[in-house]
């Protein structure tokens, strides 16, 4: 059964870090190329952030030297470490393949306060 679940979302003041992990199955995993996503109250849901399968990386401009994707390929895992979080970085976080989606996960939240 296909499933994403994302965790370590939760309250950070600005400049904080936290880390959030994506377990996927092995259907939505495999050799694709991953992404996390982020979608902040009335906006639309944003790319931020990808890795191939052999880890090559991209990072939307408002992230870059600041975020830092990886993947576990062993465990199906893909991860997004944040660093000098900002409160526009408030948002839920959610992972998915790049090409392909046809669900997403409950996300998790992401508030960084001033």
Aim: charged share 15%; net charge positive.
């Amino acid at each position: 059964q296909a499933q994403l679940v994302e965790s370590g979302g939760g309250l950070v003041q600005a400049g904080g870090s936290l880390r959030l992990s994506c377990a996927a199955s092995r259907s939505i995993f495999s050799i694709n190329t991953m992404g996390w996503y982020r979608q902040a109250p009335g906006k639309e849901r944003e790319l931020v952030a990808t890795i191939t399968h052999v880890g090559s990386t991209y990072y939307a401009d408002s992230v870059k030297g600041r975020f830092t994707i990886s993947r576990d390929n062993a465990k199906n895992t893909v991860y997004l470490q944040m660093s000098s979080l900002k409160p526009e970085d408030t948002a839920v976080y959610y992972c998915n393949r790049l090409i392909g989606a046809t669900f997403w996960g409950q996300g998790t939240q992401v508030t960084v306060s001033s």
